[in-house]
């Protein structure tokens, strides 16, 4: 059904470099969800209230908060699409990742009212009413989800939305909340025995299950994570395919929603080369990172002494030297002023987050190395760190 829409109404289907169709595809998944699950909430509810089972209310119930949470997923995507402004010059992409976490709160909230319903059955049990309807309709069900996990999953990595990726998670855990309902029932239908409320409590823990990936997978970018290796990757193999560019460091991927990526990074570039020149293939690099990648990217250039063996050699030595202190340090913006009576050798050294020493501790380290090893010299050093 979803290919047949698609055909139907996704202009360009392929071309994942469009904000527009990403959109679209967004939009259109959202409308179905919304429906499917509005029929599922429809036929379990109406049997959940024949059988007097609470599981299978419960789950209607969770199929309700489906539909509600692809009505915001919706809205998400639509509001994303918003032209950049004065106020929001970057645009609006992260209302997507804010419309996914608005539905990881209505999806836990969901899970604890139904896991303080499922006590309450628990310690003051009903009877069920099993019927062959009820069973057809719970098969039905878990058809239905595990059809929506599929194209969540698929369209979710094909435009790359987290939303739609959370979206498929929690179509597999309704899947599996449903199949317990419906073993509750087999059990009921074979056994006469009532396990309908500690069912209805295992769909619970599903959906908090469901609901705390869900938030995890939504404020991850929110709160600011590490670039994509693979985007990463791509970054550092075309700038480093031009021959100006000796090194690169400091690299950082700023996140503002799908589709909208800023990076910044220091390219090392030889100190004799033509300073126009070497302005000219920045500026090369800054537009083949936009054309390839669909990202804004800023070029800081570090200028080096390529022909100082002195300093190469220095700065070799005290790298290894680093290494025997943190084998994760890395060192870079090596320089070395000379003066009448002492050296001073200035650089950046990056200590990773989960190192062995605090950032002082590793600043005091590596000045006291400087010291001991070379003669007559003091360190300048920067602390960096890692955003990649």
Not at 2 to 21: C, G, H, P, Q
Not at 49 to 56: E, K, N, T
Request: one cysteine or more.
């Amino acid at each position: 059904m979803i290919t047949l829409l698609i055909k139907l109404f996704v202009r360009e289907k392929d071309n994942m470099d469009s904000l527009a169709i990403r959109q679209t595809y967004g939009i259109l998944c959202s409308l179905v969800g919304i429906s499917l699950n509005i029929l599922l909430f429809a036929g379990k509810y109406f049997t959940g209230i024949i059988s007097g089972s609470i599981a299978v209310t419960a789950d209607a119930f969770n199929n309700l908060s489906d539909a509600g949470s692809s009505l915001i997923t919706l809205i998400g995507f639509k509001c994303s699409g918003l032209k950049a402004n004065s106020m929001h010059p970057f645009g609006h992409g992260r209302i997507e990742y804010l419309s996914g976490l608005a539905v990881s709160v209505i999806i836990l909230l969901m899970g604890l009212e139904l896991a303080k319903s499922s006590v309450i059955k628990i310690l003051h049990p009903k009877a069920v009413e099993n019927s062959l309807l009820t069973v057809i309709i719970l098969i039905v069900s878990i058809c239905v989800k595990l059809y929506m996990a599929y194209y969540n999953r698929t369209i979710g990595k094909k435009i790359n939305s987290s939303a739609m990726k959370a979206a498929s998670i929690d179509s597999l855990c309704d899947s599996a909340a449903t199949a317990i309902v419906l073993f509750s029932m087999l059990v009921l239908w074979l056994t006469n025995i009532n396990i309908d409320g500690y069912s209805s409590l295992l769909v619970a823990l599903f959906i908090l299950y469901a609901g705390y990936n869900s938030a995890k997978d939504t404020l991850n970018p929110l709160l600011g994570r590490p670039a994509d290796p693979e985007l990463v990757k791509n970054i550092h193999d075309i700038v480093m395919s031009h021959e100006e560019i000796i090194g690169i460091h400091d690299l950082v991927v700023h996140d503002y929603g799908p589709g909208r990526l800023m990076v910044s990074l220091h390219a090392e570039v030889s100190g004799n080369g033509n300073i126009f020149s070497l302005h000219d293939a920045i500026d090369r690099i800054e537009n083949e990172l936009h054309e390839k990648l669909h990202c804004e990217a800023v070029i800081h250039m570090d200028p080096l002494e390529v022909n100082n063996i002195r300093i190469t050699e220095t700065k070799k030595l005290l790298a290894e030297k680093i290494k025997e202190l943190d084998s994760e340090i890395t060192i870079h913006d090596f320089r070395m002023v000379t003066g009448s009576t002492k050296t001073t050798l200035i650089f950046d050294a990056v200590v990773p987050f989960d190192s062995k020493l605090s950032d002082d501790e590793a600043r005091r380290q590596m000045e006291e190395l400087v010291s001991r090893e070379f003669e007559n010299s003091t360190a300048v050093i920067k602390i960096d760190k890692t955003y990649t």
